[in-house]
Structures are given as structure tokens and as C-alpha cells.
């Protein structure tokens, strides 16, 4: 009986980018609630580059039409994100 190796799969690419867009609104949380200056520079770095594009493309955004920027500016780098890890697990597997 011949029993065929598995390979080692990753996840859907749509899960990957949950996971990601759930780490970015982690290190954005964080940012916000905690007191050592160190946590903040993830969740600084990441306000900073939606505020880049908030301020040169769409100056005058705020309430709810922000937020919605923000979300979508999340989804955009975790897309991002997870092509540039599944390009980079690709070149060291293969």
C-alpha cells in the first residue's frame, strides 16, 4: 500500500489576509491603549501611512468616512502583506 507525502500547504489566501488585517488592528489597539512608547511605533507607523494618503488624496476626511478609509487602507497592506509572504515562502520552499 502506497501512501502519497503530504505537502505542506498554506492556508487560503483569503484566511491569510484576515489573520494579517487582524494583527494590523492588534498593533493599532495597542497603540491606543498602551503607555510604553516602545508597543506604540507599529500602530504609529500604520496611522501615519493611512494619514499620508488621507491628507495628499482626500484632504478634509473625518467621522465615518474616515474609518471607512482606515478599514479599507488595512485590508489594502494586509493584501499586500500576504502576497509578500506567500512570494517569500515560495522562493525559500522551492
Same mark, same amino acid.
Request: aromatic share 6%.
Given at each position: ?24 488592528? @492588534?498593533?493599532?489597539?495597542?497603540? /491606543? ?6 508597543? /506604540?511605533?507599529? @500602530? +504609529? ?5 493611512? !494619514?499620508?494618503?488621507?491628507? $495628499?488624496?482626500?484632504? @478634509? ?5 474616515? !474609518?471607512?478609509? +482606515? ?10 502583506? $500576504? ?5 517569500? +515562502?515560495?522562493?525559500? $520552499?522551492?
Amino acid at each position: 500500500m502506497v501512501i502519497a507525502a503530504q505537502s505542506r500547504r498554506l492556508p487560503a489566501f483569503g484566511v491569510k489576509v484576515v489573520l494579517a488585517v487582524a494583527v494590523l488592528a @492588534g498593533l493599532h489597539l495597542l497603540a /491606543q491603549v498602551s503607555t510604553v512608547r516602545l508597543l /506604540q511605533i507599529p @500602530g +504609529y507607523l500604520i496611522m501615519a501611512g493611512v !494619514d499620508l494618503i488621507q491628507n $495628499t488624496v482626500l484632504p @478634509g476626511l473625518s467621522g465615518l468616512e474616515f !474609518d471607512a478609509l +482606515y478599514a479599507v487602507y488595512l485590508v489594502i497592506v494586509a493584501v499586500v502583506l $500576504t502576497l509578500l509572504v506567500r512570494a517569500v +515562502y515560495a522562493r525559500t $520552499t522551492a
